[in-house]
């Protein structure tokens, strides 16, 4: 198809100073699965439903290989267990049931975020998938926009997804709401769209497929929780006597899952073919009790899906009813930018305060392992140009042993006045590397309800030449964000000359 084409090679985006940022082209296996345009379904079991998880369009290939557990002595926690099971810790939610529906993706990724609660105590930790799949495909207002609907089924609930929809639509604020107020019952009546959040993510750690990805999974679980994984599940592979799962070659996926902890010592024999190596991955699936183990099973380290792609870990955090945030990107990331590493990557997004408003956190998204990164925040920005104005924040240099979105506490909060226009901007430095970043990008049939306007979204390479993103790429937003909240007393003003 035309837009597949168009992707696939690499487009320059107009020159700034002596260089150009690039798109990224395509993650493969997306190009791969719009041009087929199926999904598999087993058909071993009446009781399996539809098997619905589509390959994300954002293209991890640079990060294979990539190590996340940190060289030296951190505050994080290196896995040395042979056997670990977050069940035993209590941070494993009860085995759920998606029947009839292909929701597994969005059962998958609220499993990771109710693990998370459950490690740091957030009440109640029990979120509603049936609220997360209806509006990632139904638009709550001009806003808050839905992702496209890029072929039919007879329910919404079929209609598949990923990871980065599903991120996209809670970090925005389209849920955590509780299973409570929007259960997995009466499928038929939509959910509402007023219904309150109880949780919101942090962040979103991405564990890196290669090499390095057993070690990954289990840094990431034990130190976050259970990690979101996809895989191709065909019956033919699942030992139903071991519960056992094992794919030697194919990399597709149509099954999302959550891993929960690890067995280096589960035996090879127990899978219908037989991996080089003992060790499996405990995990748990959402098609009630009565599969598998009570719901769970194993997979062999050796999936070729999983060692291919890896998977993620949603941190949870207690949604705070008097946060605002200032974003354009209302359909997330779908696309990646990167400018060589020689020169530095700024990129900004203009905001105008809507309240008076502190701000007093920023969410940045694709941070690369041990890249460099500042934060600014300019206050009665002039003429389109982010830096503009005055300085209001500087923070420390920063940076971070695993790529994925973070939000970052500023050190001092930032008062902006209703109407003042305001500009966050992240510097990225890199050494060896290209410097990437994420973008909200128009993809047919996948994502084209997101507008954007001039005066939005730039980059630059040098901080003081920006071009303008909206006037390269149409309705295309930089995925960078500012979490304010009420200005509700009265704050001295910060001298730059101070700043950190």
């Not at 902890?261 to 748990?284: C, E, H, L």
């Not at 104005?389 to 420390?396: D, F, I, Q």
Request: aromatic share 14%; glycine share 6%.
């Amino acid at each position: 198809m035309r837009f597949i084409s168009l992707l696939i090679a690499l487009i320059t985006l107009f020159p700034i100073s002596s260089y150009a940022i690039d798109l990224v082209p395509l993650n493969p296996a997306f190009v791969k699965w719009r041009q087929q345009q199926i999904i598999k379904q087993d058909k071993a079991s009446s009781k399996i439903p539809p098997l619905r998880a589509e390959p994300s369009p954002i293209n991890n290939s640079h990060l294979k290989n990539t190590s996340i557990v940190p060289k030296q002595k951190s505050k994080e926690v290196q896995p040395t267990e042979h056997y670990f099971d977050l069940r035993e810790k209590g941070y494993v939610s009860p085995i759920r049931d998606q029947n009839p529906y292909g929701t597994c993706w969005a059962f998958a990724v609220i499993s990771s975020m109710e693990s998370s609660a459950l490690k740091h105590g957030i009440n109640p930790a029990d979120f509603s998938e049936k609220h997360l799949a209806y509006f990632t495909y139904t638009a709550i207002d001009q806003k808050r926009v839905a992702f496209d609907i890029g072929y039919q089924w007879d329910s919404i609930y079929d209609l598949g997804g990923n990871y980065n929809k599903a991120f996209a639509m809670i970090s925005r604020g389209t849920g955590a709401v509780s299973e409570s107020v929007e259960p997995y019952s009466n499928m038929g009546t939509p959910p509402s769209a007023e219904a309150k959040n109880v949780s919101s993510i942090k962040s979103m750690i991405y564990a890196p497929g290669g090499d390095s990805v057993v070690a990954n999974i289990k840094y990431l679980i034990k130190n976050y929780g259970a990690v979101d994984v996809a895989i191709d599940y065909e019956s033919s592979f699942f030992n139903s006597y071991t519960n056992a799962f094992f794919d030697e070659t194919s990399t597709d996926t149509n099954h999302a899952v959550t891993i929960i902890g690890w067995d280096d010592s589960y035996s090879k024999y127990n899978f219908n073919t037989t991996p080089q190596n003992n060790g499996a991955w405990i995990v748990r699936n959402s098609w009630g009790t009565w599969w598998g183990d009570n719901g769970y099973f194993y997979i062999s380290y050796e999936d070729a899906a999983i060692r291919d792609r890896g998977g993620n870990v949603f941190i949870a955090e207690q949604s705070k009813d008097n946060e605002f945030q200032y974003l354009y990107d209302y359909l997330g990331k779908t696309a990646y930018t990167y400018s060589d590493h020689t020169t530095p990557l700024f990129i900004s997004n203009i905001f105008t305060a809507e309240k008076d408003h502190f701000l007093k956190k920023a969410l940045i998204f694709d941070v690369e392992p041990e890249n460099k990164y500042t934060i600014y925040i300019y206050k009665n920005v002039t003429d389109n140009k982010p830096m503009s104005g005055s300085l209001a924040y500087k923070s420390n240099i920063f940076s971070f042993t695993a790529s994925g979105v973070y939000t970052v506490d500023l050190s001092k909060t930032v008062p902006v006045k209703k109407g003042e226009k305001f500009s966050i901007v992240l510097k990225t430095v890199s050494e060896t590397k290209p410097n990437y970043y994420a973008l909200e990008y128009p993809i047919q049939g996948y994502a084209t309800q997101m507008t954007a306007s001039a005066g939005q979204s730039f980059y630059s390479t040098d901080g003081t030449n920006w071009t303008d993103i909206s006037k390269v790429y149409t309705n295309t937003n930089i995925c960078l964000r500012v979490i304010a909240v009420p200005a509700t007393h009265s704050m001295a003003p910060i001298n730059s000359l101070l700043l950190n």
